[in-house]
């Protein structure tokens, strides 16, 4: 007989039933729960599981001239990203990788610290992968779990060496300049500028990235890609317009690299409107900056460095040298400032030498020019007029006036990098800085035909010439299109004095030091080329020549100057600017000794992603230390 009573039974069956609703009742208010009140942020977490975000490059901004051609652009190449969810298998996949692209190297510590800062995203392993390296690793996607390939634009410089030191090139940003913030909104991976415009000008060139979203597997292995609504398109770069003309740039470097005198020699040249626009801008030797581009090879950056002609220095900006005779003209108008005139004359003629105290100070020019005025000693270089110009302006006047012209100082142009020259601010810095007790009056000699302790960059002085072209007002040189030029120092001289200086140095070009090294420039009169030439002394090394010219003298159009180091005269190198300025006024030549730049193809690089550049000034370099003055040719 049963225990259990009729009433027993239905009142344990009640409490069952009881029971059963509530735990019904705690399940449905547990799924309301989740799937309506929490609905939204569920989502998210199990899109978060199954979703990876890749960045997508924005296509840099294209960097034209003033034509619209372009300097630098962007072509397809492709990006290797991979997928893990833990460092073993991470490690794992990139050591296959080794042995599946020969001769490409991956930096697996590089890969890993950029694993580890968003693990939730695939880590970058080579930003513009070759051709041939991406078709290798499609080739073998199954044993490489996690891949990630999409094409992205690749930065590509078509004048390749002849635009390096002007355009810079691009690279990943490093951690340093993550954590410096000197890239705003820059993010692991990112390509950012490295020198020239390219870095000068970042913020506008980079554009914002946009992002992919792919689904992945428990494992982290792709599956595929989520709905193109879930993925935001990149914002491309701004287009940079610049004052460059391409086609001067191109016969400058043709040039330089086609002359036999100048092929092998280190230097640069600029041009210029009397305005400050710069017109040409180049470096010698130079790099090709398609080499760079990403991570730069090891071998690549160490030939580089190791090269003795050093060609990742800017001499346009970052080399200082003496300014020798391209100075007196600098001279001459503090001359004009304190009352002198074109027709000055000095108490002593030029027999060959001057001397002062108990030591000769030569000329260039051993058997002397005679009694000269201002205007004629300007043309023929003299020396021995300077040096007496020199004392009587006195080296404390030379030297604040030197500093009101804009001389030991940056020109101020829109270029990272750009040093001062050096110059003394007055004699008293000079006593103590030396740790001597007074001043040596030989130095005023050497200050007044631009020797003595006084350097000044191809940029500062080519500047300065501008302003004598013009107005007599020095202004900032720019290389951005629509970028006003600002006064930055004004010389005080009338439009008559300008006028008179102006004619002394078509003298030079058409009578003076430079005419014998310009003869066989036929046609070269109609031009009314005005310029000074230069030969600096180096303690430890050859002589140094400058030349800079301007043309039509009567209304300059254009402004050039060159400086080419170690064993050259400034008389020789007269020719290299005129030809620009002709080829510029009338796109030919006086001579046809030039090849045509053609773009260098050959190295497109896979470019695994890595370190930051390292900035390139004249640390290493022979500190350019003047001989004492014993005169120089012009």
């Known amino acids: 007989m049963s225990v259990f009573t009729s009433w027993e039974v239905a009142r344990r069956a009640e409490a069952s039933r009881w029971i059963i609703v509530m735990v019904f009742t705690l399940m449905s208010a547990a799924f309301f729960k989740a799937q309506v009140i929490e609905n939204e942020q569920n989502q998210r977490q199990s899109e978060q599981n199954h979703l990876r975000d890749i960045a997508l490059e924005p296509p840099r901004g294209d960097i034209v001239d003033r034509n619209n051609n372009p300097i630098a652009t962007n072509i397809i190449g492709y990006s290797v990203r991979l997928l893990a969810t833990r460092e073993d298998s991470l490690r794992a996949v990139l050591g296959r990788l080794d042995a599946i692209v020969s001769g490409d190297t991956v930096d697996i510590e590089a890969v890993v610290h950029r694993w580890k800062d968003a693990k939730y995203q695939p880590a970058l392993v080579y930003a513009s992968g070759r051709y041939d390296v991406v078709s290798s690793l499609e080739e073998h996607r199954a044993a490489i779990p996690g891949l990630v390939i999409q094409p992205e634009p690749r930065r590509r410089y078509p004048d390749s060496n002849a635009v390096a030191h002007l ?77 460059i003309d391409l086609s001067l740039q191109r016969f400058i470097d043709s040039m330089w690299r086609a002359d036999p005198m100048l092929s092998n020699k280190r230097g640069a040249m600029v041009a210029m409107t009397p305005a400050g626009e710069i017109l040409a801008y180049a470096s010698f030797p130079s790099y090709n900056p398609n080499d760079f581009i990403g991570r730069i090879d090891p071998a690549t950056w160490q030939s580089a460095l190791n090269d003795p002609n050093k060609p990742l220095i800017n001499r346009v ?19 004009l400032r304190h009352g002198f005139t074109m027709e000055s004359r000095m108490p002593e ?53 030197a500093r009101e012209f804009g001389f030991g100082q940056r020109s101020g142009v829109d270029l990272d990098n750009e040093h001062a020259g050096a110059l003394l601010g007055s004699v008293k810095d000079y006593v103590t800085s030396k740790g001597v007790s007074t001043w040596g009056n030989g130095e005023t000699l050497n200050l007044a035909i631009g020797q003595g302790h006084h350097t000044e960059t191809l940029m500062n002085m080519v500047s300065f010439y501008a302003a004598l072209a013009s107005d007599g007002i020095k202004r900032t040189p720019h290389i951005i299109q629509d970028r006003p ?87 020789y190198v007269a020719k290299y600017p005129v030809r620009a300025i002709v080829h510029f006024l009338t796109g030919q030549t006086l001579k046809t000794d030039y090849t045509p730049v053609t773009e260098d193809l050959s190295s497109t690089g896979s470019d695994s992603t890595g370190a930051d550049s390292t900035r390139i000034d004249t640390a290493g370099k022979k500190k350019p230390v003047t001989k004492p003055a014993v005169g120089h040719r012009p």
């Not at 900006?317 to 001359?335: C, E, G, N, Q, V």
């Not at 060959?352 to 043309?379: D, E, V």
């Not at 005005?530 to 090394?541: E, F």
Request: contains cysteine; aromatic residues 8%.
């Open 485 to 571: 030029s600002a006064v930055t120092h004004d010389m005080k001289l009338t439009p008559e004095q300008l006028a008179d200086l102006r004619q002394a140095m078509e003298d030079v070009v058409n009578s003076g030091t430079a005419t014998g090294n310009l003869a066989g420039e036929v046609g070269l009169k109609a031009f009314h080329v005005a310029g000074k030439t230069g030969s600096a002394q180096v303690t430890g090394q050859e002589q140094m020549a400058w030349f800079i010219a301007f043309a039509p003298a009567d209304a300059p159009k254009i402004v050039v100057g060159i400086a080419v180091e170690e064993g050259i005269h400034g008389a």
């Open 317 to 335: 900006i970052s080399a200082a040298y003496p300014p020798a005779s391209p100075f007196k003209l600098a001279i001459a108008a503090m001359a």
């Open 349 to 401: 003629g030029c027999n060959g030498s001057y001397q002062f105290g108990n030591r000769p100070y030569r000329c260039w020019n051993p058997r002397g020019h005679g009694s000269l005025t201002l205007r004629q000693a300007i043309a023929s270089s003299c020396d021995v007029f300077f040096y007496q110009l020199g004392q009587k302006l006195g080296a404390d006047s030379i030297l604040a006036l």
């Open 167 to 243: 355009v810079g090139y691009v690279g990943e940003v490093g951690p340093e300049a993550l954590t410096k913030g000197i890239f705003p909104g820059a993010r692991p991976g990112e390509m950012v500028g490295k020198q020239g415009l390219e870095l000068e000008y970042d913020s506008l060139l980079r554009g914002r990235r946009g992002v992919r979203f792919v689904e992945v597997d428990a494992r982290g292995r792709m599956i595929r890609d989520a709905p193109t609504s879930a993925s935001r398109p990149p914002d491309p770069g701004h287009v940079v317009h610049t004052t």
